[in-house]
């Protein structure tokens, strides 16, 4: 198998669905679905999940909160989704475990590396919640960094676009789809991906990200059993 320990980015954006804000149950239980059948196949996996469906320090300052207490919130947001994920996890039977970047138990435990890798060991999903922990970051570069930190052989960054154009596919429709680029064409072209710090972490450590389309049903499989899907971005 290509991939034995992953680091899955879903975006909370992905999960509102077509309501607009929030968690649409559909959709939640749709990438349940997809995680549970990849959990089976023995794959040790990590996620880290957005929280964008229901707060982002960055649209919060815009409106006049105080970025830092936004950011604050935005975190609050991921583990909001974070539990909803898990719960639906153990609904289909996957043994999952939720950590928190910042301290809050019960309602998670405390992140570190080694409870991390303790329950990846055991075949237990976990799901790395509350981003970094710290302000003016984003669940990009959280999940860049815990990708790292529980040394994932890949990034798999499920989005609603099939992979990374040479222009945005929406707007210019003579767009291409790469299967593959280097983070320094993605810099160098100004593609954007990801923000600048969580690109430059996976750079700088060497983790590869794959860029997938974790809306259509059954694509998390396909990469997982080295179908060629998606954009794959290499150091
Ligand atoms: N956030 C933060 N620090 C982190 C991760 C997230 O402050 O390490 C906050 C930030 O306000 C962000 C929000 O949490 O806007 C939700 O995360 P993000 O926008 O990355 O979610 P997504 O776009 O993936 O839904």
């Given at each position: 198998?290509?991939?034995?320990?992953?680091?899955?980015?879903?975006?909370?954006?992905?999960?509102?669905?077509?309501?607009?804000?929030?968690?649409?149950?559909?959709?939640?239980?749709?990438?349940?679905?997809?995680?549970?059948?990849?959990?089976?196949?023995?794959?040790?996996?990590?996620?880290?999940?957005?929280?964008?469906?229901?707060?982002r320090g960055l649209s919060g300052a815009a409106k006049?909160?105080?970025?830092?207490?936004?950011?604050?919130?935005?975190?609050?947001?991921?583990?909001?989704?974070?539990?909803?994920?898990?719960?639906?996890?153990?609904?289909?039977?996957?043994?999952?475990?939720?950590?928190?970047?910042?301290?809050?138990?019960?309602?998670?435990?405390?992140?570190?590396?080694?409870?991390?890798?303790?329950?990846?060991?055991?075949?237990?999903?976990?799901?790395?919640?509350?981003?970094?922990?710290?302000?003016?970051?984003?669940?990009?570069?959280?999940?860049?960094?815990?990708?790292?930190?529980?040394?994932?052989?890949?990034?798999?960054?499920?989005?609603?676009?099939?992979?990374?154009?040479?222009?945005?596919?929406?707007?210019?429709?003579?767009?291409?789809?790469?299967?593959?680029?280097?983070?320094?064409?993605?810099?160098?072209?100004?593609?954007?991906?990801?923000?600048?710090?969580?690109?430059?972490?996976?750079?700088?450590?060497?983790?590869?990200?794959?860029?997938?389309?974790?809306?259509?049903?059954?694509?998390?499989?396909?990469?997982?059993?080295?179908?060629?899907?998606?954009?794959?971005?290499?150091?």
């Amino acid at each position: 198998m290509q991939f034995k320990r992953i680091l899955l980015k879903l975006s909370g954006e992905s999960l509102m669905g077509d309501q607009g804000y929030g968690i649409d149950s559909q959709r939640l239980n749709d990438y349940a679905e997809q995680i549970a059948e990849i959990a089976g196949m023995g794959i040790q996996i990590g996620i880290v999940i957005g929280g964008g469906n229901i707060f982002r320090g960055l649209s919060g300052a815009a409106k006049g909160f105080d970025r830092y207490k936004g950011d604050q919130m935005g975190m609050m947001a991921t583990v909001i989704n974070s539990l909803a994920l898990a719960s639906a996890l153990e609904h289909l039977s996957v043994k999952t475990r939720v950590l928190t970047a910042i301290r809050m138990e019960p309602v998670g435990e405390f992140y570190s590396k080694p409870k991390a890798m303790e329950a990846l060991s055991n075949n237990e999903v976990i799901i790395m919640s509350a981003g970094t922990g710290n302000p003016y970051f984003t669940t990009d570069t959280g999940s860049s960094l815990r990708g790292i930190e529980i040394e994932a052989d890949v990034m798999l960054k499920g989005t609603r676009v099939d992979g990374v154009y040479t222009a945005d596919p929406e707007k210019d429709p003579t767009a291409t789809k790469y299967d593959s680029i280097s983070f320094d064409e993605v810099y160098n072209k100004g593609l954007k991906i990801m923000d600048l710090t969580a690109t430059a972490m996976c750079m700088e450590n060497k983790l590869p990200v794959l860029v997938f389309n974790m809306d259509v049903k059954g694509n998390l499989k396909k990469v997982l059993t080295g179908q060629k899907i998606g954009t794959l971005v290499h150091p």
